[in-house]
């Protein structure tokens, strides 16, 4: 018998031999590709990236299945929240979940990957990532949250004017909405009116890196990192806070595509997983979902592999 110490780097597919590793969150979303087979009533899942089109029918998170359970219900098992807000004094259009669309990214007529369209016409929608967990116990700074997004081009070849902002929710609840104290804006959409919009009409849709720092703002267990539109669109009122005095909420939406979130840190992170003992010769397999529980009879989907000192990452299909 010998004795081995790995980490468990919580939500995300990694786990990392080391106790220093950056990722404190990750996922791209490939535990979706079982639900992108989904066809309802014609309507299909689709890359709407890839074939520079917004405007195919689409399957939002409800509709789509794998195995007798909805995208919608994986992702809330995973811990994910989804928000939707709309203009006040407007009924509600859609809830929550069905303003979430899936989408698929193809390569050679093969499915590789799988994101998100978010956000219906007349509201505005947001991702709710699971409570940050495996963090020590007086939290860490200097974190970043990165991730690619494209705002969604209208019929009219106008993006649009999506402005994404990302927030922390402490565990008490309270969402903090002061700039560089819990909430950055991606500077790329920080834009004034019609004019300054960085996405010019009629361009063709692609991914945008988006790499925001929180600084010194100090992440804890239990905190809440969300993806949204920002203070001047969620909700939305009569005119976008000032942005542009020629749009009408009722008549605009802030709409976009997202993938491959990740959260980091330079602080080291405390073992999640310590002093495991295993033998030398004949190691179990052991399984772990994407947010680092073990798990003893793992179903269709994507998990977290270990084998003595041997990780990686494995998706099953039984």
């Not at 110490?5 to 590709?33: H, M, N, P, R």
């Not at 009722?250 to 033998?279: A, H, M």
């Not at 010769?281 to 772990?288: I, K, L, R, T």
């Amino acid at each position: 018998m010998k004795k081995i110490t790995l980490s468990v780097l919580f939500f995300g597919a990694t786990l990392s031999a080391t106790a220093d590793s950056s990722v404190v969150y990750e996922d791209d979303f490939s535990s979706l590709i079982p639900y992108t087979t989904t066809e309802v009533d014609g309507k299909t899942v689709y890359d709407g990236i890839g074939i520079n089109d917004c405007s195919a029918g689409c399957l939002n998170i409800t509709q789509t299945v794998a195995d007798g359970k909805t995208a919608f219900e994986a992702m809330t098992e995973k811990g994910y929240q989804f928000l939707r807000k709309n203009p006040s004094g407007t009924a509600a259009s859609k809830t929550p979940q069905t303003s979430f669309y899936l989408q698929k990214t193809e390569e050679n007529g093969e499915t590789t990957g799988a994101y998100l369209r978010i956000g219906v016409t007349g509201g505005a929608s947001g991702l709710v990532l699971p409570p940050l967990a495996g963090l020590p116990e007086n939290g860490v700074s200097n974190v970043t949250v990165s991730f690619q997004w494209c705002p969604v081009r209208q019929g009219t070849g106008a993006y649009d004017y999506t402005h994404l902002s990302v927030t922390v929710t402490p565990e008490n609840g309270s969402e903090i909405t002061t700039v560089g104290k819990g909430r950055e804006n991606v500077e790329e959409t920080n834009y004034g009116k019609t004019e300054d919009l960085p996405f010019p009409k009629n361009e063709a849709l692609a991914w945008h890196d988006a790499t925001l720092n929180f600084g010194d703002y100090v992440f804890k267990n239990g905190d809440r990192i969300t993806i949204r539109p920002g203070a001047n669109q969620f909700p939305m009122n009569n005119k976008y806070n000032g942005i542009s005095e020629d749009l009408d909420p009722s008549k605009g939406t802030c709409r976009f595509f997202l993938r491959n979130i990740k959260v980091t840190n330079t602080d080291d992170l405390q073992t999640s997983v310590n002093d495991i003992i295993v033998s030398d010769e004949n190691v179990p397999v052991e399984y772990f979902n994407l947010q680092g529980m073990k798990v003893t009879d793992p179903e269709n989907g994507l998990y977290i592999v270990r084998q003595g000192n041997k990780v990686s990452k494995k998706f099953i299909r039984k």
